[in-house]
């Protein structure tokens, strides 16, 4: 089978942090994500997705994060329903908007925001018509 198409599916998110606590914490208070501790690790489910949360600390070789936009992986991009309700209740919450609500497109309507450790988060809702 040396032609045989590959079979994939999405595994995880590793996201390398100085407080995995801290940030395990505001996926859960900002987008209602689920700790799960396993006993080598700290990892919180968001929308059926693992995030491994690995820690960081100073001297490892760890670089900064990154100030967006950049080459390479630019951002996770999170389907939400009611976007203006959940905009409204994280601005309330103080999360840091990069890029308010509008519409891309008819039937499309997206946002940006600053998560830990500088991570870019777009939140988009999709009207079922323009599928």
């Not at 949360?53 to 939400?80: E, F, K, M, R």
Request: net charge negative; aromatic share 6%; proline share 8%.
């Amino acid at each position: 089978m040396a032609n045989a198409k590959p079979q994939v599916s999405w595994d995880h998110v590793h996201i390398r942090t100085p407080d995995p606590e801290a940030t395990a914490q505001w996926f859960v208070e900002m987008l209602a994500a689920e700790v799960v501790r396993t006993p080598v690790r700290l990892d919180v489910k968001l929308g059926g997705a693992s995030v491994f949360l690995a820690p960081v600390t100073a001297g490892d070789g760890v670089n900064p994060p990154p100030v967006t936009p950049y080459q390479g992986l630019d951002h996770i991009g999170l389907a939400v329903k009611d976007i203006d309700d959940l905009a409204a209740q994280l601005k309330a919450k103080g999360v840091e908007f990069t890029t308010d609500v509008h519409n891309i497109r008819p039937g499309v309507r997206i946002c940006f925001i600053r998560g830990p450790q500088g991570i870019s988060i777009e939140l988009l809702e999709r009207d079922a018509k323009y599928k």
